[in-house]
T-cell receptor
């Protein structure tokens, strides 16, 4: 157990509303990641962070923003949710970043109507 | 990350060994071979990784071909709890995120 929690675990929202997903870790690891998983696709990287206030884009970052104001929390925000953002979102952490093993949270299932 | 090829699905019997193959013919010298698995309704879980030599841990063994163009994940004695999607991933030491393919859906029959 890598001490990762995600909240909420399930959310239903309407198109055009803002949504924030939270990832919380208890291990004080430097690196944190947000992925999404859709049917027919493997997990795809949205954004990642390599320290407080240090973030970068992943493969599918359009429509998403992130913030990391403290080590233990990494927030993913959908400024104006669209139906194409209906997905399962996973947070992950790693100890040393590049090439290192990643540990995943339980996921958040988001439905945008 | 370089591309991997895995069978879509495999079936095995409980308490028997399982060999999950992965082809990665375009692997580069700096790519590590990682295996993750994802049980139903859960996040991915790290299984094992290696570079050139075979590796063993409490969950599985990883056999890497001498030319590194293929590898095999070995579950020595499958249980029903091993039913999952298994992902073979090449990870460059400089890479940030993981690049997941579609993986192999392993079905375990009692």
């Amino acid at each position: 157990d890598a001490g990762i929690t995600q909240s909420p675990r399930h959310k239903v929202t309407e198109t055009g509303t803002p949504v924030t997903l939270r990832c919380h870790q208890t291990e004080n690891h430097r690196y944190m990641y947000w992925y999404r998983q859709d049917p027919g696709h493997g997990l795809r990287l949205i954004h990642y962070s390599y320290g407080v206030k240090d973030t970068d884009k992943g493969e599918v970052s359009d429509g998403y923003s992130v913030s990391r104001s403290k080590t233990e929390d990494f927030l993913l925000t959908l400024e104006s949710a669209t139906s194409s953002q209906t997905s399962v979102y996973f947070c992950a952490i790693s100890v040393s970043g590049s090439g290192d093993t990643q540990y995943f949270g339980p996921g958040t299932r988001l439905t945008v109507l | 990350d370089a591309k991997t090829t895995q069978p879509n699905s495999m079936e095995s019997n409980e308490e028997e060994p399982v060999h999950l193959p992965c082809n990665h013919s375009t692997i580069s010298g700096t790519d590590y071979i990682h295996w993750y698995r994802q049980l139903p309704s859960q996040g991915p879980e790290y299984v094992i990784h290696g570079l050139t030599s075979n590796v063993n841990n409490r969950m599985a063994s990883l056999a890497i071909a001498e030319d590194r163009k293929s590898s095999t994940l070995i579950l020595h004695r499958a249980t029903l709890r091993d039913a999952a999607v298994y992902y073979c991933i090449l990870r460059d030491i400089r890479a940030d995120g993981l690049t997941f393919g579609k993986g192999t859906h392993l079905i375990i029959q009692p």
